[in-house]
């Protein structure tokens, strides 16, 4: 094979440049393709974790389907050896075409047919595919310029693809995402991958084309050019019209933040909704019975210096600044954008009370976990009021090692009161993290407050429990489960004497919720580590 292949060498003349020019222009398209490549394979697992939930299992679905799907396309790219020119040429415009729109219909499944896992693996699979049938014609084409053994052909085909792919990895985080967005930045990235290709065929290897060939690349090319470009043009529109089938008709404010998508609909305090990366996080329907439960029972006690881990919303702190005895409120919130928000939208600073404007209370933008490794003061209250533990971004905020650090900045007889999940939905999630407060150092008491209906529909008004997809197909939640925590033995939920009186929240439902979370129980559940996590999407 490698003698046949020698032999055709002999047809170098016929290039239009001289040979050592044409292994560099092959080598550039393969350092291009694979940069476009490796975005393709980025976005599809930024995304799909947006959508979906759960980095690392979608991640690993991406990696493994596409990593086959190669070995697929290295077989299959054995039947064009002979047609190398013109097969690179349109299995280029085809990936670039198939990768470029794949955000964009991946996030069409998902606002309009509520599923995109199937188009999740269908787009891993046609990728791969063709990013496998790359390197065996590109094999072919490099040998085809240059006299060069197959050992030193492949050597700088695949020192051109991985340093491609490097710069496909850097650029997407750094450059793309921030700067265009996913939809934009995978069409902008198809049509580089089609104009790369198309270029390197119809001008290099132009002599080795039929004139049908070359007007049927240029046809292809023009065509999937103009399709992205177009598609790039109306993206604008299209996110609104997907925005409005997911989050509703009342969509006011949507910020692509550097660590999250903020959504704000509704058209005054009542009708607020903050969606997080897809995920309802506050209705003002009855976030007030949220906030109230997680915040009264902790304030039973001393509460002159209160520390918020999330809660950038102001709502916890809304609860909490009510009480006089209150010097100090710190809140730790990894995205300034939504402490931003809260003190500026109209809407949502009047829901919380206009707590920013509170001299006691102080805004950190800063990560929970590494903010509370370089913080030494002590606190009497700890609110843990953190995106669901089932996503795997938050998993280190309810691992035994967080818990431990919230422990030492406990005052003495200071408390901490955990956000959880819903202990009857996902009952193994909420009794892990219960464990993982145990491993912590304290001792703990957990109680539930039941959702209630509030809307025309009956469904809850908070259609999910802070940190659940949202959107039309998300299931209401039966309860709110949490847990209160302190160093010493923990006594029964309850409201301190001269406490503020909540809106819907009485002693009684929370001795009656203490009860009912104890008749749940699950024994023997693990605690969850930074090393062993162990949250998962419950059904």
Not at 39 to 48: D, G, I, N
Not at 66 to 76: C, D, E, P, Q, Y
Not at 86 to 99: H, K, N, P, R
Not at 276 to 301: C, F, I, K, Q, T
């Amino acid at each position: 094979m490698i003698d046949q292949q020698v032999s055709l060498r002999g047809g170098a003349a016929r290039l239009p440049v001289r040979p050592g020019t044409g292994r560099f222009l092959v080598l550039a398209a393969v350092f291009v393709c694979a940069a476009c490549g490796l975005v393709y394979e980025l976005e599809l697992v930024a995304l799909a974790s947006y959508l979906i939930g759960d980095s690392v299992t979608q991640a690993s679905v991406v990696l493994s389907v596409m990593v086959f799907a190669m070995g697929i396309g290295s077989l299959l790219a054995k039947r064009l050896r002979c047609h190398a020119a013109v097969g690179f040429g349109l299995i280029e415009a085809a990936l670039a075409l198939i990768g470029g729109s794949s955000a964009l219909v991946l996030y069409a499944s998902f606002a309009w047919l509520g599923e995109s896992q199937y188009a999740l693996v269908g787009f891993s699979l046609a990728i791969g595919v063709l990013i496998g049938a790359e390197i065996p014609l590109l094999m072919t084409l490099i040998q085809r310029v240059d006299r060069q053994d197959a050992g030193g052909a492949v050597a700088d085909l695949f020192a051109a693809d991985y340093v491609g792919a490097l710069v496909g990895g850097l650029a997407f985080p750094f450059l793309l995402l921030p700067m265009l967005g996913q939809l934009t930045g995978a069409l902008l990235t198809g049509a580089v991958n089609a104009a790369a290709g198309g270029a390197l065929v119809l001008w290099v290897f132009r002599r080795d084309l039929t004139p049908r060939s070359r007007r049927l690349l240029v046809v292809v090319n023009v065509s999937v050019i103009a399709v992205l470009a177009t598609a790039t043009f109306l993206v604008d529109d299209f996110e609104r019209a997907a925005r409005r089938a997911v989050y509703g008709d009342q969509v006011r404010v949507a910020v692509q933040t550097g660590v999250q998508e903020v959504v704000l609909t509704g058209t005054d305090r009542d009708s607020l909704g903050l969606y997080l990366d897809g995920r309802l996080r506050v209705s003002a329907r009855d976030e007030h019975r949220y906030h109230e439960a997680l915040v009264h029972p902790a304030m039973n006690g001393p509460h002159a210096r209160v520390l918020v881990l999330g809660g950038g919303d102001g709502l916890a702190a809304r609860e909490v600044l009510r009480y006089e005895g209150v010097r100090s409120v710190t809140v730790v919130e990894i995205d300034p954008a939504v402490t931003r928000l809260a003190r500026t939208d109209p809407a949502l600073s009047e829901l919380n009370g206009h707590a920013y404007r509170d001299p006691r209370l102080t805004a950190v933008g800063a990560d929970a976990f590494t903010w509370l490794r370089a913080d030494h003061h002590r606190y009497d209250v700890v609110i843990s009021d953190l995106p669901d533990p089932g996503i795997t971004a938050s998993t280190k905020l309810y691992s035994a090692e967080f818990y431990g650090l919230i422990a030492e900045a406990l005052a003495p007889q200071g408390r901490l009161v955990v956000h959880a999940g819903p202990p009857v939905a996902r009952p193994q999630t909420f009794w892990t993290v219960e464990a993982s407060v145990r491993a912590g150092g304290l001792a703990t008491r957990p109680y539930r407050i039941p959702g209630r209906p509030s809307g025309p529909s009956g469904a809850s008004g908070l259609t999910v429990s802070p940190g659940r997809p949202g959107g039309a197909a998300a299931r209401p939640p039966e309860d709110w489960g949490f847990l209160l925590a302190g160093a010493g033995a923990v006594g029964e939920p309850g409201l301190g004497a001269g406490a503020p009186v909540p809106r819907s929240l009485g002693a009684a439902e929370l001795r009656e919720g203490a009860r009912a979370a104890d008749g749940l129980r699950l024994p023997g559940r693990v605690p969850s580590t930074l090393i062993h996590p162990r949250y998962w999407e419950e059904a």
